[in-house]
């Protein structure tokens, strides 16, 4: 055992955050704390590291056992480069090095004595060198910054210049090079882009220690934990396996509490009216059966009602209108900033109905490409155009769409003049703002209730065509489940920006990675992408060769014509699934019809007045023969068609 923890009690003012709290951490143990916005899990985080103190409870730590920790916002800024922040953590090994270097110099001019103790002097430290691992440490640590998304021309830039996400990142990647027994990460995810997720997941998973982690990923769940550690309403509740595992067995129990409770409540009522029955008899034998309902009932132990599943925010999106079928057309769209090329020649179409996912690396043009799209940037060049009657509602992630001087209330009021103070108070209640929150500043609220104020206004647009720049930042797994089911539900055209894999999943038909300065199309979710993505990207690869091969002057085909082709081989793709599931609906109403037809036939040669009439008898066997031949036709047909 790496950590216990045991009856952890945490009151602020009157509010009771943590209820006797109790878990363990096991050597090699890969656990995940959730819960929504709120329940203390970075509180009992900085009890764990003895940041905060409990009100009650203790949390032991085992004998010679150490601890790593990243907040959420962790941060460095020692003055020095990212290479050199990172190589800090591993100064015991370069100051070896560094001996091991002086040593063979002394070595070259000693002789005698002093040469015998400067050999052992070398043998020594050649040994604390190699347990060290001295001789890879350079190559684990560059394998650390790249896996978190530095390219090598980054490694000498100041930590000073970074921004927030980024020194978060070099905080967490000292942090892996520390390698303590321990690790606990606070939100390790939210700086970090797709392919660095992916690299963490796969560390982690290999880590040689434990690790404990609160996260809103449940992709990243999904693949790392094994153990789930539940805060709600202040209690703990410990489930074995990942996030998936996790939620279905929460479902159940939720299911089998609010059952109970609902059963208890309705013997409660029953009782009560009972007693109240007795009672207006008002006779002495009445009254004393009531009396002795009343005290079995004062000895029942009441059930606390349950949580309700995603009862706290309701979100509807419903189109005002139905759009054209052409929603959004992108033609040779290019962008740069400065030497900077975000992406080039880029097109792509959008039909209604469509939900489609922009991903790829933080930095490549995701977010640049919405406000282009939302006329808030100009494009270098290309045009794109709007369908017929589309309406776009948009979601910034940097909430530029609200005003930092308003309030609550008036930033409801002002965009929809014609909604009453009710309407308005209802809307915000919704969206969890009640009471005095509504005369709070949009300046003064936090990242995660922006997010709600900006979607209270996305649902009141009443828009047809959702653009979402990472709509999930900030939200809790309730919250993003909810968002979730209300985009699964909605009837328009969608076009987002996500590192959120699970909610991709749940919400995407089609994916645009955005890699290489073009766009890759794949028709389905993140698990179809993940399945093609390595053989799209070596067709492409290949493509691009035969392309470098067959150019007279070496030079590699423009960035529109291989877009071109990527979207006529998209294009063609789609189009043959539309004319085989066609052909499949064909080809089940044909048999539908044949059976029909033969059920008709046996009918009619059942019927005693047809045994006489010997050709008819003949003529409907014929067609029953034929009629047969034919659907074993179709049935082998439908089942190749089924199949592909």
Same mark, same amino acid.
């Given at each position: 055992?790496?950590? =216990? ?121 050649? !040994? ?42 070099? &905080? ?22 797709? !392919? ?10 290999? @880590? ?6 609160? =996260? !809103? ?26 996030? =998936? ?170 965009? @929809? ?124 690869? *290949? ?13 590699? =085909? &423009? ?82 068609? *089924?199949?592909?």
């Amino acid at each position: 055992m790496v950590l =216990s923890c045991q009856n952890i009690d945490k009151s602020f003012s009157e509010h009771r955050v943590l209820n006797q709290v109790s878990f363990h951490i096991e050597d090699f143990e890969k656990a995940a704390i959730v819960g929504i916005n709120g329940a203390g899990k970075t509180t009992l985080l900085r009890i764990l590291i003895g940041e905060s103190v409990p009100d009650a409870g203790t949390v032991t730590v085992a004998k010679d056992k150490t601890i790593g920790y990243l907040a959420q916002n962790g941060a460095v800024d020692h003055g020095l480069s990212i290479y050199e922040e990172l190589l800090s953590v591993k100064q015991e090994l370069v100051d070896l090095e560094q001996m091991l270097r002086d040593t063979e110099k002394a070595m070259k001019t000693a002789s005698g004595d002093a040469l015998e103790a400067l050999l052992k002097r070398y043998s020594d430290l050649t !040994h604390a060198f190699e347990t060290g691992d001295g001789y890879a440490y350079r190559s684990e640590l560059i394998g650390v910054l790249k896996g978190l998304g530095f390219s090598e021309e980054e490694f000498s830039k100041p930590v000073s210049t970074l921004s927030g996400g980024q020194k978060t990142r070099v &905080a967490l990647g000292k942090l892996l090079l520390q390698k303590p027994d321990l690790i606990i990460l606070d939100e390790p995810t939210n700086h970090l882009d797709l !392919h660095s997720i992916a690299w963490l997941e796969t560390y982690l998973m290999n @880590y040689k220690g434990a690790v404990l982690i609160v =996260s !809103h990923d449940r992709f990243f769940l999904d693949r790392i934990a094994t153990k789930i550690i539940e805060l709600d309403q202040g209690k703990a509740t410990v489930f074995q396996g990942n996030y =998936s595992d996790y939620a279905a067995k929460k479902e159940q129990l939720r299911i089998a509490a609010r059952n109970a409770y609902l059963n208890q409540q309705r013997e409660i009522r029953h009782q009560e009216e009972v007693i109240s029955k007795l009672r207006s008899f008002n006779r002495e034998k009445s009254i004393k059966r009531a009396e002795s309902r009343e005290k079995m009932l004062e000895k029942i132990d009441v059930l606390e009602k349950p949580t309700e599943q995603r009862s706290d925010m309701r979100l509807t999106l419903t189109p005002y209108r139905i759009s054209g079928n052409d929603v959004l057309t992108v033609e040779g769209l290019s962008k740069s900033f400065g030497e900077q090329l975000l992406f080039e020649q880029v097109n792509f179409e959008i039909k209604r109905g469509e939900h489609v996912a922009i991903i790829g690396d933080n930095g490549t043009g995701k977010t640049t490409l919405l406000k282009i799209l939302n006329h808030l940037l100009p494009a270098d060049e290309g045009t794109f155009r709007l369908g017929t009657n589309v309406e776009i509602g948009y979601y910034d992630q940097e909430h530029h769409v609200l005003h930092s001087e308003k309030t609550l209330f008036d930033e409801i009021s002002d965009d @929809y003049p014609y909604l009453t103070n009710t309407e308005i108070r209802n809307t915000l209640a919704a969206f969890l703002f009640t009471g005095e929150d509504v005369f709070k500043r949009i300046a003064d609220l936090s990242g995660g209730e922006r997010g709600r104020v900006s979607l209270a206004k996305l649902m009141l647009s009443e828009a047809n065509f959702l653009i979402l720049d990472e709509p999930t930042n900030h939200l809790d797994i309730q919250s993003k489940e909810i968002l979730e089911d209300a985009l699964i539900g909605y009837e328009g055209t969608v076009l987002y920006v996500s590192h959120d894999r699970y909610f991709i999943n749940r919400t995407a038909q089609r994916i645009l990675d955005l890699t290489g300065n073009r766009f890759i199309n794949y028709i389905g979710n993140y698990d179809y992408y993940l399945e093609k993505r390595d053989t799209q990207m070596a067709s492409l690869n *290949a493509d691009n060769a035969a392309n470098v091969i067959k150019t007279p002057t070496g030079a590699s =085909s &423009a960035p529109l014509s291989e877009n071109k082709a990527d979207w006529k081989v998209q294009k063609e793709e789609q189009a043959r699934l539309r004319k085989k599931e066609n052909d499949l609906k064909k080809c089940e109403a044909k048999i539908t019809s044949l059976e029909e037809r033969l059920e008709a036939i046996n009918a009619e040669m059942s019927d005693p007045s047809i045994g006489t009439q010997v050709l008819r008898l003949q003529e409907l066997t014929r067609e029953q023969e034929a009629l047969d031949q034919e659907l074993e036709t179709l049935y082998q047909e439908w089942e190749i068609l *089924a199949g592909e």
